[in-house]
């Protein structure tokens, strides 16, 4: 099987994976049930990582920790999804108001070939000075896709240089213990993310 067809496999057995826990009642910590995806039944561990986060400064499993984090998986070259995700997620910052303080809010960039440290910082704080960009080898980012179930592909283009990459949309929760605890899926209703996101906060407050 070639490797195209091995990523839409992955893609496909994601999105069952998530289709069929959505399809339990999944995990609710302290009671809180999400309306924006689901969360698993039981958060699943992360295995150690070493990435790069904006300025260059290592960014690691230990960045997770201590706080809910959503991570939103693209790239700065992205033409149309990525830009307009990470602007509902500016949406989503201000709706949380004080609430958003207890919160990372990170973009993964799957493109660490022309996705830079400096670039990824410039391109995240256009957004919101508190988003924090994250890149490294793709080595890493192969071993946490897997981990945290997430799969990107390289799309040629006319150029060596113009090329896109395909990815898994759907964005990852983290809890305070730096555990996978779900997925927010799309599509993406800012009011809902507020509201989850405010419930789990709270609750880890």
């Known amino acids: 099987m070639s490797k195209s067809k091995l990523i839409w496999v992955a893609l496909a057995a994601f999105a069952a994976l998530v289709g069929a826990a959505a399809g339990f009642t999944v995990l609710r910590p302290a009671g809180v049930d999400i309306k924006s995806g689901t969360l698993l039944r039981q958060p699943r561990e992360i295995a150690d990582f070493a990435l790069q986060g ?33 602007a509902q997620l500016k949406a ?56 945290l179930g997430f799969v990107y592909q390289k799309v040629p283009g006319e150029t060596p240089q113009s090329y896109l990459m395909d990815h898994s949309s759907a964005m990852i929760l983290v809890n305070p213990q730096a555990q996978l ?9 800012t009011e809902a993310i507020v509201a989850d996101l405010r419930a789990l906060a709270e609750r880890a407050s």
Do not use: M
């Open 54 to 86: 904006s300025g260059g400064k290592p960014f690691t499993k230990a960045d997770l920790a201590g706080h809910w984090s959503l991570i939103y998986v693209g790239y700065t070259h992205c033409p149309d999804v990525c830009p307009t995700t990470l």
């Open 181 to 189: 605890a779900g997925y927010v899926t799309p599509p993406f209703n």
């Open 92 to 147: 989503v910052e201000k709706g949380l108001g004080p609430d958003a303080a207890k919160l990372r809010f990170v973009f993964l960039s799957i493109d660490p070939e022309r996705d830079t440290p400096e670039s990824l910082a410039q391109y995240t704080h256009y957004f919101s000075p508190d988003f924090e960009g994250v890149t490294g080898p793709n080595a890493q980012l192969d071993a946490l896709g897997a981990n």
